[in-house]
């Protein structure tokens, strides 16, 4: 209703004209965004400071049988105003979150058809939102189909990228640091190999896209709030350096089906000339919708274990069986096969990792492969791949479920769809009752392989759908989602926050599947975790993996990734035997938060090194957690962040000196003493590895003395 | 298990060689099949009597990137069974059914590639089923793709047939009765218009085809057990008159996607000299699998009544309100929505109806119209059309189902998916538990408009599977389904019982679209009504639709649907004030039995008349029907099929002798008398007509004469 009215006011504004120009700068005054009709075709421009950093770009689309929306606009009106309001999310970096920014609304109208596409920009002091907007009422525009959105983004030079290839199916891939121009040369390599994955373009890169200009502007295009849309993907004009949305199709090669009222995703811009503010920022979570979900309280923080790690590494199997070549659901006999001796998801192994979880104070064990259908589960094209229900011979749901309960740990759910989500809709229902019946509240959700239905894409609009059933469903049922392969998050989790996770990156599993190039971590805070948090699943702490492959890491640079890598799940990944030896490293992961009244960037540069302090939900107690990408780190921290007056105790966990990713990666070394607001410390980090520090406010600080 | 020790001892007997031959005959020695391997390609063909009907014929597959299964086979073994069981249907035409075949089953083997593929061959005395199977072990198949089926069916000669377009959306057109020369000229006039539709080829027709030859044989085409599998068409080159099986694609172009060990769906052919015994047949039932349903208890056929010509005539809508150009459900506000005030589905109208149907014995009330959602219902590919769940203001969900159970009748549950099949899959488990929560037993479900997922089609194998899926998970819930717009049925509710109905032909609907030409309900029982019962909704007393159209039949014609178009679920479709207007005629529709011990064709000719008469389950009264086509047709009836020596009350519901189906439908006679197994009966249908009797054995004679 509120739309509509203001709609109203637009028209009767019924301003017109040739060109027309509309300005809107950010409370702090040093972003400002121009809006310009130029014979009637719309364009945005981006300054930071009085400098262009977004040229005039165009804006509008391209329908599927339908004369575009790209030209013939007449401006109805324009409204300004201002928006200033803190919210409290139910979990997150800072216990409370401003939202603060001015905006423009232009109405516009095309003449010639009588349709309506207004454009909603909102510029805070970090960057701009602006998203298309399409009116019912007063429009002769109701059902539409997208060919493409046409929104660009001409930059201002050759900037440097921190870019993976535009793909319709993965972002699992690892980051290239490169000029713009060099993304063209360099792209075919940097398509490595994936159970799904399509790409569109030698110019195309996916978001968040962190670039980076030769005077010092961080600069990172994402978006926010997709909901019943496409994904976008940028595709770059590498001759004027502008990029252009590329939206994800459906089996058809359309993109997108559009209903009145209804708007775009927002399309967001970043700028900088601080790399903490990128990481800072909370541009995207505030243009997200607020919290949907009336009661929040079963919504909760877990830090998990679980049956992983053993499966990725080579240790054991998902499977059950070696004995089928395939398995149909319902007619392949379990009872009756021999079982392989390899599979992971076994009552006594499962009890081994809940009273290691037990003894250790985590909330969850998560459990891969419980459930038939392992044995050839995916690159089959295969419909009914599992029923989401049916437990292997070897796992007793409900003993394994009451032993957890009775330790006061959790099991945590998995369901890996194979991506076959037609099958995974048919099943939600039971598989969701399921949980409830034996007392799961969290699931890990996988969408490994090709979509089915078949030809359309993760990103597919049909997919995001998908998605944001499952996670609005699970809501029904009281039950976090932790949703890997799905598309990258864009802020949802302000809306729903049972979305606890995601992966949609390359993550920790690759450090079995060859190794992750250091500096990884260092990147993501700017690119993926932009969305979200990821389920990054750190933790090695043996970086030797059964099946040859090693994890370029250190032990003080796995520590310091709960808390550099932003998220409400943290895992404790590898296995108890190998955590069992080194308990007092192990420790800062028993002891480290994960929900936070604060969070700080300390130090940052994408890809070099990333330094975060964050201050325990509640507590008095800070973290601290440094990542370093391919060179050594050195960091002078001052802990002016800590409470005037108090004393604390840190213990820094931090690499050796002769700590190396490659040969040594065990080496660190564990310093305890006293620090307060005025201490400086210097730590050293070598490259791929990192440090933690936990401080918590001194209650004895008997034989203790200061840290330097 | 069994499959596999057969394929086995075929494996074992080790035949090769250049040519091949093998024989079955059925049971009565009059149906032959040759299987012959010809330059290591497999060909089958047919004789009936010594003559050929079906000649040489390929049969394999063209696989998507993989070789094709068309040639280089060696024949591995064969086997030869008789099978002779005689079985009980939950419902039926008969009480019992005989499935009595001979049998023959063919190893083959590709040597170059190591990948069986067997043919399984059951000839019975009607007719010839055949089917590929594809085994596990001891092949080199496992998950493979379908490009293209190519069994062929080459005839003797340019047979008449009796044929629909073929098409990937719907089966809802009129039969052109043509020789197979005269498809490819007829073609382009045959395919009206319908609300999602795709042809494919200019002499591309549908099963069940319906064909007769110069000499005197009928022939017919279908498939049985469709299951996990694109829907079958057949394509004719019409050089050779060969057909040749044509698979329904997916989005992608792809046929169809299959893992060992599998098979087919049964390709059959029946083949008699007389026509009648095309309508008595079970083939297809028996080449289905027995009922996997355990307890059957709920299952029962229904007769009803329903708010559904109403809207179909133009008498009201769907829709609640004409107020809003779309709907977006949750967000769409039918609270403040001014009614229209031509909404159907209102309570004092159900009531209405309830109090009709609990009047006159009427089991069942259908309402549709009674969600949100209508508004917009179709033809915008709108994903979330419907949420199955939420009653418009004016249809009290819980009031009238107590109401209607007060008075001992139910209300059919109506599910509209507009096609959009993720839609209904997503809310099916939320629909379904509705259902119960209110006392619905049955569900009405309709697929109009293009599927989605977009570029899939109905009759695609991701289409099959759920429909498949709906009738199972149903039976979960104890709910029967009649599927309006699926695929064409394949015998599938043997298996299956909970599956009371399909529509898959144009019904009685297109007689407020224009009308029906007379003849169609002459035809439908040897083609659509092969694969299972067909919701016709016959019953229309009053011809003269509000929206202009006029029904092409008369109230004899009308009240022998209910004969001759077997089906346990029976709706009188008109409204209760023109039931009213006709109680005498009415009380047929009263009368008429739903579920019987036996069933007998009298006359039958493709799209001219059909005569049956069927004995009611458990009891001793009989139900003759007779429907005429494009001419009016007189009728010899010899009542020998009654018990001898028992005494009849027969009641003849016939076409007056100046009833006329365009100018004067309503003109009928009633004529009571006595009748015995000896009694012979001249009747006379008008064109478009047609005469229903009920015939019960007397207990009280006073005053009734011999019927002549």
């Not at 979990?91 to 939202?99: P, V």
């Not at 970043?270 to 995207?284: E, F, G, N, P, Y």
């Not at 006999?333 to 079982?339: F, H, L, N, R, T």
Request: with cysteine.
């Amino acid at each position: 209703m509120r739309r509509f009215f203001m709609l109203m006011c637009l028209v009767c504004l019924g301003l017109a004209g040739r060109v027309h120009a509309s300005e809107v700068t950010s409370p702090n005054g040093e972003m400002k965004l121009t809006f310009t009709l130029r014979d009637s075709k719309p364009y945005y421009s981006v300054s930071f400071r009085g400098k262009p950093v977004i040229k005039p770009s165009r804006l509008g689309y391209e329908l599927h049988n339908a004369e575009s929306l790209l030209e013939g606009f007449t401006q109805t009106g324009e409204k300004t105003s201002t928006f200033d309001e803190t919210w409290t999310p139910v979990w997150g970096e800072n216990k409370t979150i401003r939202n603060h920014y001015k905006e423009l609304l232009v109405g516009l109208i095309q003449e010639k058809t009588g349709r309506v596409m207004n454009l909603r920009f909102r510029v805070y002091d970090e960057g701009v939102g602006l998203r298309y907007e399409f009116p019912q009422e007063g429009s002769k525009l109701n059902y539409f189909v997208v060919k493409e959105e046409c929104t660009e983004f001409a930059l201002t030079g050759d900037h440097i990228a921190w870019w993976i290839p535009g793909d319709y199916d993965t972002q699992e891939y690892e980051y290239s640091r490169s000029r713009l121009s060099e993304i063209r040369p360099l792209f075919k390599k940097k398509v490595t190999d994936n159970a799904s994955q399509t790409s569109f373009s030698e110019t195309g890169v996916q978001t968040s896209l962190q670039l980076k200009t030769d005077d010092g502007l961080y600069i990172n295009l994402h978006e926010a709030a997709l909901v019943n849309y496409p994904a976008m993907h940028l595709n770059l004009d590498d001759k004027n350096m502008v990029f252009r949305s590329w939206l994800t199709p459906d089996a058809q090669g359309i993109k997108g089906y559009l209903q009145t009222p209804c708007q775009s995703p927002w399309r967001t811009i970043m700028i900088t000339d601080d790399a903490r503010k990128v990481l800072s920022s909370h541009l995207i979570l505030n243009l997200n919708e607020p919290c949907k979900i009336k009661d929040t309280s079963w919504i909760h923080p877990t830090k998990y274990v679980g049956v992983w790690w053993e499966m990725i590494s080579g240790k054991g199997d998902w499977a059950y069986t070696s004995q089928f070549p395939s398995v149909k659901l319902g007619i392949t006999d379990y009872a009756k096969a021999k079982p392989s001796g390899r599979h992971s998801a076994n009552n006594e192994n499962v009890r081994r990792y809940i009273d290691f979880a037990a003894q250790h104070g985590f909330g969850g064990v998560l459990v891969e492969g419980w459930n038939i259908g392992w044995e050839d589960w995916f690159g089959n094209s295969k419909e009914y791949v599992f029923d989401f229900q049916t437990p292997y011979p070897d796992f007793d749901i409900k003993a394994l479920n009451e032993y957890a309960h009775s330790k006061g740990v959790k099991l945590i759910m998995h369901h890996e769809t194979s991506s076959s989500i037609m099958n995974y809709e048919k099943h939600m229902d039971r598989a969701y009752q399921l949980m409830k019946d034996y007392g799961y509240d969290a699931v890990k959700s996988g969408y490994v392989g090709n979509l089915i239905p078949r030809g359309e894409h993760h990103y597919s609009q049909i997919a995001i759908n998908h998605y944001q059933h499952a996670i609005e469903r699970a809501a029904d049922y009281k039950i976090m989602v932790n949703a890997h392969e799905a598309v990258r998050p864009t802020g949802l989790c302000r809306t729903y926050p049972n979305l606890i996770g995601n992966e949609s990156a390359r993550g920790t599993e690759y450090q079995a599947f060859g190794g992750i190039t250091p500096g990884h971590t260092a990147i993501l805070p700017f690119t993926r975790l932009q969305g979200g948090p990821m389920d990054y699943t750190p933790g090695i702490f043996e970086m030797q993996c059964s099946n040859g492959s090693r994890a370029n890491s250190t032990i003080g640079g796995q520590l310091a990734l709960y808390v550099t890598m932003y998220s409400p799940l943290q895992m404790a990944a590898d296995f108890p035997e190998n955590y069992e030896k080194h308990l007092d490293a192990f420790q800062f992961i028993k002891d480290v938060a994960l929900d936070w009244d604060k969070s700080i960037y300390l130090e940052a540069e994408p890809m070099e090194y990333i330094t975060a302090a964050r201050k325990a939900k509640g507590s008095s107690s800070w973290f601290v957690g440094s990542v370093t990408g391919l060179k050594p780190h050195n960091s002078t921290l001052r802990l002016d962040f800590l409470d005037k007056g108090k004393t604390y105790v840190a213990t820094v966990y931090a690499d050796a000196p002769d700590a190396d990713y490659k040969t040594n990666p065990q080496a660190y070394t564990i310093t305890k003493g006293l620090v307060t607001a005025k201490s400086v410390l210097k730590l050293h980090s070598v490259a791929g590895g990192g440090y933690a520090i936990s401080i918590v406010e001194a209650k004895d600080t008997k034989g203790l003395k200061p840290l330097k």
